[in-house]
């Protein structure tokens, strides 16, 4: 349908109309119409030749058909709408005069649709209330049903895109999906790089002393920041949060509706795995000395195919520790000498105990049971460790024995044999295969803490990263009661290991041990088996047993090469995706400086990463939050996310 | 133990009346015997060197009972105390519980009165306890006398058995035990009606204990 509004010569096309809509609110001009119903349209205007460059494109006409009272209570949204209003202190920066030359032509309501910058839609009404860029009211409707506010939603999305922001779900970003800032729309707070402002970090160091005294005092910085700032997307965002925080004062955040718009993740790229790492290559990048020229190289190398079975004796005490990554050969034969005199060091102190002493020592008798026991029934399925009185079983246990003097603080705990088995398979010999083991252990330590926190911890990361990816399966798995992830314990606890046969179990580690792509790359394999088997585990209306059976039944039919390889596609979608939160970007260590696009420099060189400082971040965001929440006065509600 | 009238068998394996499902869950110190009574039980199987179980699994099996078909739901969890932690999260809503120990050696027998505790202070109250005193075939290296046991367990009002996963002895006849025990009241039942009930055991390794199980 073509209609003529306004300017005679413009053509408009109808895109949407909606009777019955009320307005609930608007600028001063309208005041007369506040609670009427009336049609709401969406008119797209028809260029032509002729097109005087003033016409907007879109626009929202409202036009009144009755002046019949609302009368609708709109109780649990009305206290949020009267804060939303007191807000409007800041004079209006409404961009583009022509448009308001437009709009006073005009009788209806009108609002061009490209001063729309966001918009909100709240739950229990269906009252949507539109806003510009300076997060000035707009107009304020109810729409006759929900429905009707979809269709609504759904016709818009033909020509913007619509970001809920991380801190307010029930608030969208209105983004013309062509505009170029669309890409880093969703850069964190982290992101505005507050730490150009030295004196502000150096709050932290007080904040813990002095909570709330510092908490204040930073946050009138943040304020003073985000006010000060000018023309940026990103403050414009902070400013419109910052806004919505202050105006929000005892509010009730679940009043509003999680609006469900998918957020888009890049397109899965396919990264396919290549060839192990040769003995040729390998030699190639050593010099006269031995010393490996290139070790980005060899690592990236490991990480696409991992290692020829030929040489993974040698390079797997590489990454392990065992051998520094720039050791000269000459040191390599030092080293393997020291290595050799302390690990019989250890090992006689407990070869030495006497009956007695053992008798009176009885956590370590009794750590020493254990470890019997459980090397006993580890990997007896292989021949390496099959039949009685195998020698490879008896090498287990003085690693194991040996492991337990060295960290007798940690013990022994049920799961280590698993981690040694496969590093003693291959090496076959107790001096290296033990400093291997205490190598692989440094990673994984924490796993065997008391109090569980670093599974637990790893369980809710896990969760939190299903969620990014697929959120249809986090969702399930929250609506089921399984949200904790346990039925993932035994992937994360000994890597996989009790799913995978011997040698995938080695290409797995080997890769993982490069510390390539990112950190809690093995959490990554997690999500893509999970993801790989969702329709299994959504099916038949599967519970917390059904799925941590069907987990535990997996053993065996992995294709690992399959999943590291989807790995690797997950983790470039996470690291590209508009809408990356920080507790993602944290889990894999991706830096906030690192646009999309960049190759990702890996963790594990222990050095202090570049750029932005998170830990520090981190901890800035967890105390002032929970100094703010525990607060008696909690009057602001602070813009960060716990 | 175990009924042997054999009035719940049914022609092409139907049994009639009612269907209750109990959640069971197994206990005790690591290595006595949970995963191997769990996979005789089940599977009918026994693995000389059964791996250590990490987290926890989750196994089902049917029997029936007189007129009763009892689908148990058995949790499996990892016994050392380093993962004590997570055990609430298992033993929560058990209406049955295995508490296992290890004949050859006494210290699992004081983990087992422990674990008896934690449970009757901090599951079900109603609860059913059973004690299985596991690796009877060991028991030329006995380390906690039979009577020990039978007492402890007399005057906790826990079922007892002395058991053998390697052997079969008591397996499944703990199993029975425990279900004759359980309440069967509409509470526990299922969807009712008739429902398949699957042959006690698949393997059909073990000797005979006169469970009435359904075919």
């Known amino acids: 349908m073509d209609d003529i509004v306004g300017d005679k010569n413009a053509k408009f096309k109808e895109l949407y109309n909606q009777d019955g809509v009320f307005l609930r609110q608007a600028g001063e001009m309208y005041t007369p119409m506040f609670g009427c119903t009336g049609s709401l349209y969406l008119w797209e205007h028809i260029s032509d030749a002729e097109s005087k460059p003033e016409v907007p494109s879109r626009f929202l006409e409202w036009r009144p058909q009755d002046f019949v009272e609302l009368k609708t209570a709109l109780d649990e949204g009305s206290e949020e709408w009267t804060l939303i209003e007191s807000v409007k202190k800041r004079c209006r920066t409404s961009s583009g005069n022509m448009v308001k030359d437009f709009l006073n032509s005009i009788g209806n309501l009108n609002v061009c649709f490209s001063n729309i910058k966001s918009l909100r839609c709240s739950k229990h009404d269906v009252l949507t209330t539109f806003y510009d860029g300076s997060c000035e009211l707009l107009a304020s409707f109810v729409f006759p049903t929900s429905e009707s506010r979809e269709h609504f939603l759904g016709t818009i999305q033909a020509f913007v895109r619509l970001q809920p922001t991380r801190r307010d779900k029930s608030l969208f970003i209105v983004y013309d999906a062509a505009s170029p800032g669309f890409k880093d729309l969703e850069k964190s707070f982290a992101a505005l790089d507050l730490k150009t402002d030295s004196s502000f970090w150096s709050l932290l160091k007080n904040i813990k002393s002095n909570p709330y005294e510092k908490s204040m005092e930073a946050f009138a910085k943040v304020t003073g920041y985000v006010y000060n700032s000018v023309d940026d997307e990103e403050h414009y965002m902070a400013q419109d949060d910052l806004q919505r925080s202050i105006s929000e004062i005892g509010d009730d955040a679940s009043a509003y509706a999680v609006y469900d718009i998918p957020n888009c993740l890049p397109m899965r790229v396919d990264y396919p795995r290549c060839n192990p790492l040769t003995r040729e290559q390998w030699r190639a990048q050593l010099n006269g000395e031995g010393q490996l020229e290139d070790v980005e190289s060899i690592k990236t190398l490991i990480f696409r195919g991992g290692i020829s079975p030929d040489i993974r004796r040698v390079v797997w005490k590489f990454l392990l520790g065992y051998y520094p990554w720039d050791s000269t050969e000459k040191e390599r034969h030092a080293l393997d000498i020291s290595k050799m005199e302390s690990y019989y060091k250890i090992k006689m102190q407990w070869t030495t105990f006497s009956k007695e002493q053992e008798d009176n020592f009885s956590d370590f008798s009794q750590r020493k049971s254990l470890i019997e026991k459980d090397v006993n029934r580890t990997d007896r399925v292989l021949d390496f460790y099959a039949g009685e009185n195998n020698y490879n079983i008896f090498s287990l246990n003085n690693i194991l024995l040996t492991y337990l003097l060295y960290n007798f603080d940690l013990g022994y705990v049920q799961g280590m044999s698993y981690l040694l088995s496969p590093i003693y398979m291959l090496l076959r010999c107790e001096v290296e295969a033990f400093w291997c083991f205490v190598g692989f252990m440094k990673q994984v330590m924490s796993n065997f803490d008391y109090d569980q926190n670093a599974m637990k911890e790893q369980l809710k990361s896990m969760y939190l990263l299903v969620n990014f990816i697929d959120p249809q399966l986090s969702k399930y798995f929250e609506d089921h009661e399984c949200a904790n992830m346990y039925f993932c314990f035994r992937w994360l606890l000994v890597w996989y290991k009790r799913e995978l046969q011997q040698d995938e179990v080695a290409r797995l580690w080997e890769v993982l041990w490069t510390g390539y792509p990112c950190k809690n790359f093995h959490l990554l394999i997690g999500v893509a088996i999970l993801e790989h088997e969702r329709d299994a585990l959504m099916g038949d209306n599967n519970g917390f047993t059904e799925i941590l059976k069907f987990i535990n039944e997996l053993t065996g039919k992995l294709d690992i090469n399959l999943m590291i390889n989807h790995a690797e596609g997950i983790y470039h979608q996470i690291k590209d995706a508009d809408h990356l939160t920080d507790a993602v970007r944290n889990i894999l260590g991706i830096p906030v400086a690192e646009a999309s696009g960049l190759q990702s420099k890996p963790e594990d060189d222990r050095s202090p990463r570049k750029g932005v400082s998170e830990p520090d971040e981190i901890e800035f965001e967890k105390s002032i939050y929970s100094n703010f929440l525990s607060s008696s006065t909690g009057r602001l509600v602070f813009l960060f996310r716990p | ?215």
């Open chain 2, 1 to 215: 133990m175990a009924n042997r009238s054999g009035t719940a068998q049914r022609p092409n394996g139907q049994s009639q009346g009612k269907i209750c499902q109990f959640k069971l869950v197994l206990l005790g110190e690591s290595a006595v015997g949970k995963s191997s009574l769990v996979l005789r039980f089940v599977k009918g199987q026994f693995h000389e060197y059964q791996e250590s179980t990490i987290g926890a699994a989750f196994l089902t099996q049917t029997i029936c009972l007189d007129d009763t078909t009892v689908k148990f739901e058995i949790w499996d969890t990892a016994g050392q105390e380093r993962y004590h932690s997570l055990a609430p999260m298992y033993y929560r809503g058990a209406q049955a519980a295995i508490v296992v120990y290890d004949i050859t050696n006494q210290d699992t027998f004081g983990r087992a009165k422990t674990w008896v505790k934690e449970l009757q202070r901090q599951a079900s109250p109603n609860i059913v306890i059973a004690l299985a005193g596991n690796k009877q075939d060991l028991a030329n290296k006995r380390m906690v006398e039979y009577e020990e046991a039978q007492t402890y367990a007399e005057e906790n009002g826990l079922l007892f058995m002395e058991t053998s996963a390697k052997t079969a002895m008591n397996v499944n006849d703990i199993f029975l035990a425990i279900a004759k025990k359980l309440p069967k009241n509409e509470q526990n039942t299922g969807q009712g009606g008739s429902v398949q009930g699957r042959r006690l055991t698949e393997g059909n390794t073990e000797p005979k204990t006169g469970a009435n199980c359904c075919k």
